[in-house]
């Protein structure tokens, strides 16, 4: 779908000297010609810089082990190996604008106190030991489990393993809240929280889902989920239970998202996540929406068609989708599931009215590929 | 708290032959002088009709059993003993404007489907193969499993038991709607609902709670809840978890609400629902609070104090607590949990803006009994 | 539309000997069987008690203006002549859940101020002089204007008139705060307010409607609007103008509802008021739908036909039109505009989702007249 | 407030060859060391890019005026003067993520339809001949007045006075919708909107704010304000009748905001407007917040301090705030108004739970000028 900008509607002017020497004129002024850029700035659709891009494990992981050595954690402030897309360096975006990147723990170590912005999630990749401590609220979590840090709330995080690191992929909003001028840091005034006796406190008291507390528990009214961890096991079993009563979506097999139990709505206000089940053998059909995404292989392994080229992946593995790119997956095994965590920057095109979605009807729903 | 209408601000009008004769003339035009009732129609403090009752599962049960012989489940429409207040019999009201009753159904019976504007709710009290169908969707329900019937779905009712009757609780808002000159009622074009092939489906799609849906599930825009039946088991468990995270209400132990897993709403519009759990031992404090509530004993046995009055009960019994009534609850036993479900017209007095809620705050917050 | 209960789906038990022991023995331990009732309780489409009535205000005003005579304010606590429908002066209701009344106040006359949970509204029939102080501020009213006096605000009402009583319309929802057992009262501590310097505040913040006042003023939280009167003037002005813009509603003619110019929504949580211009010549289309209403006519003459039954009205006349009733309006004149003032409880048919509506497609939408 | 970085939790690791070499082995998998950029990418508090910048209408008008003749309107799709922000010419931004720029449409000129994701709105400097088409719905704007297009809403615009150009000033959200990748553009399939026969039909529907249509034009549920144009006359009124009201913002004086009279909202989802009137003589005291705004000073003359920098003022002039920089207004006359028209994109910054706000305390609430 080209579309031409040589149509009525469309800035046809055309250079000339006389016009040169008014841009000029109209640059002393902080000033310029509308009609010399209106085409770049108004595209018939999204011309994403960031480029899909699949991101191995197995090629990060030692160097993601390294930094143990390389860096003390509390000179780093967190020890973390970014992941960013080719023409977004310059905001450290991974993704339109998302940030992402692997975090790592050593064996017994912690990690001071801060607060930002920036809306923060972790999806735990190996290690046993990792915990954080959100708001006072101190969650233990384990490998393909989901936990978020809100914008503004105080968190640590650390590794009660006496032997192994453990490795969890972040994610955050920070590119969006620098794009928007509205970034806050803090750091905590007594370097570390005193958390409260119960451990995953928010999991015993929201965790049924369509269970309401009664109280000042019920009463909450953060524009975030009261929830701050989702263990793997239920929401894996969720996934299994929703296969028995629907087929799921053409485009993503099943697949849910993680939920604020209060209200319903994304975990947060600018990022959601979901997870998403390919049953034996599934390949879905592709579509586009606006809203970026990055996505980590929970479990098994496949391939992603992503704006007609083929990424294959396995467990560990991170891979990216810009917004309005054709998307289309598929599982590899033909007795196995395959699980793909995602996380997405869906609730700010909804929030601006931005959302689109559209889904393709050529070729049986599938892009050829380059 | 005894209120005098003697003093300025209230209606004191001396009555005299002159008024007597106004009074007969205003009459002829449908009409009347507002201060010979505005002491009555604008009380201090509600003043319910209704009073605490307490229905014995004892008394009830040979009767409700006795009734499979007595009608035809046809020719009942439905096998029902309601349960009255004294003051409220004109509207079939067991309290303020909420209708309760114990329905039975014998083995292998099934009853037509209609629908109606009146919101229903069931609380399975004995029996192993009650089911129902939903707009479509059949539900199997056990003891002390909960379930709704939206106002306006079609729902049918039957026991796939080859020997058992089963007895559930019927809660129903028919005195609110008539109140309000709002009902409206339909039986079922042919009789009988074709039931889609997945028992329990919206438990499978909207039971793991913070898990949403994606897509048309994830997009439904009823005004109330999607998931149809809430087990007993998550509900306990949840109850149980709660208590580990919080020492949960003065007044009502570990208390949740049966909530919309898709807003954190009440589960329809009009009623809600909560199981609380008393822990051995535990006798709470008195409150009070506009709106009504009927309560079925779900577990163990103990006590309620209500408007200075003592009721012992045990599993099965059913009471009601009238709006702004003082309650407190005492669980009889010190090595046992006791459970009590309860519904309410809760949702009316926050839609509207009559909720109140006061604590007694007299020797120890408890009341003394009459 | 009559409907047979004669059929599978309603209740059709025979009477006999036997059932008439066990309705006693029931009886006895304050229950019933549903049986008995449940075509009567959960009927077809709503059966109100309410009937159409119109209440002239020639017949009234005599009336109303002896009550200055008879008695005095501060004994009646206001001095009011209520309407009540035949069938529900138990409730000292005009229709359905609605109490309405006619307030007069003498040349200089002041009141003690109060609050209820009731809410009230003003529609000023006659007099120039009518004050009443909200929450603190002071309101000056005329002929057609419209106030409201939410639940719980202090209010309290004058004429500042040398020579000349005021006459106004007072509407509440007194037997809905009863139906539902949420009744408070209070007389204000002082007697009387300390009302702020400037008049109509709140017309002077908020008058403009689509310029939301910046800061404290905009960031009202109250479930009423912050708008406390609505002049005639831009009133009627707003209709004309929308009557330029649109043909109206085919059974309303030009209609407008009073907004909380915060939120759009209706001035109260369980009332609404709507003016509407029947434009010379117009006759209205017959429709239906829940909720009760209660007319004034502001301006002209013309009659209305509800439930089949004609009503001739003019200047003043008070009417009423039940729930599910058919009805259509029809001006009088050729040549000049009516317009009917109205209130209703559609917001709590719209809260509890028992709003429906209906058009009548007989006979070119009108009714045969019986 | 100057914060140092060298403190435990900030980012403080030494560089060194080891990890110059480790850098760019992570470079080679599009990887980077978080703690390379940490401390840019989270700082303490925003950062903006943007400076405050003063465009005086006096410097621009000749220069726009002179478009007349350099370009025709169909070739340069609109014939408009952009004003950008030194430091954000890349994205065409005039501060933060909003663009700006002074539009200019010949007498009798007329110019074709499109539409797309980024919201407008227009602020008319001079002229009395300017209408555009929403939607089908045709609006004629004068000097002062507001009008708004909102996003995918079909516009096109001109001029119908016979001898006398127009120029408005156009606001638009581009560089955000750019930001987040979800530019969408089309030409009307027949170059020219058929437009209805009410001009300003919005206005006459809802400009009465309070009162709300009924049926269709009460239903409304796009995501804007279905008022698409306000008239100067009633908004400098509105802020007239609220000045006797209320002693206004100590930072803004009196400040109202063009709200969607349906919903109390901003006009659209991603853009606000505000109308402020700072009395004879009146200085208002620093603030500073999330979000950024440009201003167009509609009447007066006078000064603001903005980041310790003096920018003098006069009608037509235009500057701009950038994100969290103080910023307070003095009215330059002791006896006439001065009255800043200003849009923002607050409602991004609620909708995203990025707003906040801080008093000035020091000085008396002024700024130091550098």
Known sequence: MTLSDDVLGRARVTD??????????????????????????????????SVPVLWRYADLRPLVMRSLDLVKADDAGRRVVMLTNPERRDVAAAVGLLYTGLQIMGPGESMTAHRHQAAALRFVVEGEGAWTIVDGQKLKVGPRDFAITPNWAWHEHGNESADTPCIWQDGLDIPLVNALDAGFYEVHPDLYQEPGKVINSSLLTYGAGSMRPVG????????????????????????????????GSPYDGVIMEYGNPLTGGSVMPTMSAHMQLLRPGEATQAHRH??????????????????????????????????????????????????????????????????REEASTDDGGHQPIA
């Open 16 to 49: 000339n000297d006389e016009l040169r020497d008014y841009y000029e004129e109209l640059a002393a002024y902080e000033a310029g010609a509308l009609w010399t850029v209106a085409n770049k700035i108004e595209p018939w659709f999204p011309q994403p810089a």
């Open 290 to 355: 606006t809203g970026s995404v990055i996505y980590n292989v929970a479990k098994g392994s496949g391939h992603s068609v992503i704006a007609g080229r083929r990424f294959d992946w396995s467990e560990g593995d991170i891979f990216c989708v810009p917004s309005w790119a054709w998307h289309e997956h598929a599982n590899a095994s033909a007795s196995e599931d395959a699980c793909l965590f995602s996380f997405n920057d869906f609730p700010v095109m909804r929030s601006l009215t931005f959302w």
């Open 216 to 247: 000042p528990a019920g009463a909450w009214s953060k524009p975030y989920s009261p929830l701050f961890a989702y263990p793997w096991e239920p929401t894996y079993e969720a996934l299994l239970d929703a296969a028995k009563a629907s087929d």
